[in-house]
């Protein structure tokens, strides 16, 4: 897509929002902000050579918020022609005269929005992939799978790409929009026979093509993880270290997320609420949030309601350093928003993070087991049984166990138990990091949590 198409693109987005605020302002809006999403995806999925999917679709969306008083209304659309826009202002002003008055709603004032945002965070990969490209994709990755001794059977691979373009614009001044991309490529395979087969899988996700892991080597991945698997066992119930690869480590970031989210904290009910300031984990622990990491799956210049955002070290040191916050909930908190803001033409915003990881460690993942006489090594993790009110943790696992610190055999069909607090306590990180996901880990050691055979 050529820069002068983008910019048009771009422009035509805005003039649109613009139109569709004035029309809600004439029809008696107090404020009112628009949203319009469009994108553009190819997909492909085979499954032993066969050809399952091969698909192309386009789509658009436009969302529209008015506020009269404190009451907002919300809604959207995928058709832009004059008649449509005007029966959306006027169905969006006859839902706002009905609702309830809440009073934390409201769009930002002038003096919050931002006014200047990163152009150069390399979000788009302008360059669409042909349907063949996407095929051979899939084909070198589910080859490469089934060559490995031991895989039986595929439960398919698939190849992706997708473009999208999201703009903003509010009544406040706010107007802004950027554009992203992302490629895929993933497979999953069964190795065994019987009563005794395992599956595994890989993928590999990125803004730019030139930035996927190689396909045959996902591939490879895969065959390789599903045989390993082989021949797993159920262990005894104990209280031991337990280990979590990155892949499945990650999740604990999401589960601190959940707990530091400000709807959560303004309703009580999250097991962090009162730890703002405070030391949640060791002090070799950071974690940071980033929204203008360069290429990031999760990146966007500024949030979803017109607000400047930045890096931010969310735990710094190991101290918890702020809750995530879009407007509404840093208002019933008495606090400023964070910049956290995130939407889709359907919806109100509510707070969510961007690009997040846990900065790494200092020692590699062979030193961080090369202790444990006895412990669980987890590759996968199965149920929600995570209490955020409690912080109580208890989910199903499989993985390998570790004897005498080394991988010893597959373990399956385990539970692992504890709950949040004490586990952020007891983290320690393996220097084994990569960005690869939008939300990342290295490997992560927790010690004395209880484990169990399912």
């Known amino acids: 897509m050529a820069d002068q198409q983008v910019s048009d693109a771009a422009a035509n987005a805005i003039d649109l929002l613009h139109d569709l605020i004035a029309r809600a302002r004439r029809?008696?809006?107090?404020?009112?902000?628009?949203?319009?999403?469009?994108?553009?995806?190819?997909?492909?999925?085979?499954?032993?050579g066969k050809t399952e999917k091969l698909e192309r679709s386009e789509g658009q969306d436009i969302g529209l918020r008015v506020f009269v008083g404190?009451?907002?209304?919300?809604v959207s659309s995928s058709d832009r022609a004059p008649k449509a826009l005007a029966d959306l202002v006027e169905h969006a002003m006859a839902m706002v005269r009905a609702v309830p008055e809440d009073e934390f709603c409201g769009i930002a004032d002038p003096d919050e929005i931002a006014r200047d945002w990163p152009r150069d965070l390399d979000m788009l990969d302008a360059e669409e992939p042909g349907a063949e490209l996407l095929i051979e994709r899939a084909r070198a990755c589910e080859e490469a799978a089934l060559s490995v001794a031991g895989v039986t059977n595929s439960e398919g691979a698939e190849a992706g790409w997708g473009a999208s373009r999201v703009a903003l614009a509010?009544?406040?001044?706010?107007?802004?929009?950027?554009?992203?991309?992302?490629?895929?490529?993933?497979?999953?395979?069964?190795?065994?026979?019987?009563t005794a087969m395992e599956r595994d899988y890989d993928y590999s996700s990125a803004v730019y093509a030139s930035d996927l892991r190689d396909p045959a080597e996902i591939g490879r991945s895969a065959g390789e993880r599903a045989v390993k698997r082989l021949g797993a066992r159920k262990m005894p119930t104990m209280r031991c270290p337990v280990v979590f690869e990155p892949r499945v480590a990650k999740s604990l970031l999401s589960h601190l997320l959940g707990a530091i989210a400000g709807p959560s904290i303004a309703r009580g009910t999250s097991f962090l609420k009162d730890r703002l300031g405070q030391r949640i984990f060791p002090e070799a622990i950071t974690i940071i949030d980033d929204p203008h990491r360069p290429r990031g799956l999760r990146s966007k210049p500024f949030d979803g309601e017109g607000i400047a955002n930045r890096r931010r070290a969310i735990v710094d040191r190991g101290v918890l350093t702020t809750w995530l916050l879009d407007l509404r909930s840093a208002r019933q908190l008495g606090l400023t928003t964070t910049g956290h803001a995130a939407r889709g033409t359907a919806s109100p915003p509510g707070p969510a993070a961007t690009n997040l990881w846990l900065e790494p460690g200092t020692v590699g993942r062979d030193a961080l087991i090369a202790d444990i006489e006895s412990g669980l090594y987890v590759t996968e993790l199965m149920g929600m049984g995570v209490n955020g009110v409690t912080g109580d943790y208890s989910r199903g696992a499989a993985g390998f166990w570790i004897e005498k610190g080394a991988l010893a055999f597959p373990v399956s069909e385990m539970t692992v138990a504890g709950n949040l607090k004490d586990m952020f306590a007891r983290l320690v990180a393996a220097d084994d990091l990569q960005l690869r996901d939008g939300i990342d880990a290295p490997t992560l050691r927790i010690d004395d949590l209880t484990v169990a055979g399912a």
């Open 27 to 48: 029809a008696g809006a107090d404020a009112a902000d628009a949203v319009f999403a469009e994108g553009v995806s190819l997909s492909h999925a085979r499954r032993l």
């Open 170 to 194: 509010a009544s406040n001044g706010f107007a802004g929009t950027y554009a992203g991309s992302q490629h895929g490529v993933s497979v999953s395979v069964i190795a065994g026979s019987g």
């Open 70 to 74: 404190r009451r907002q209304a919300i």
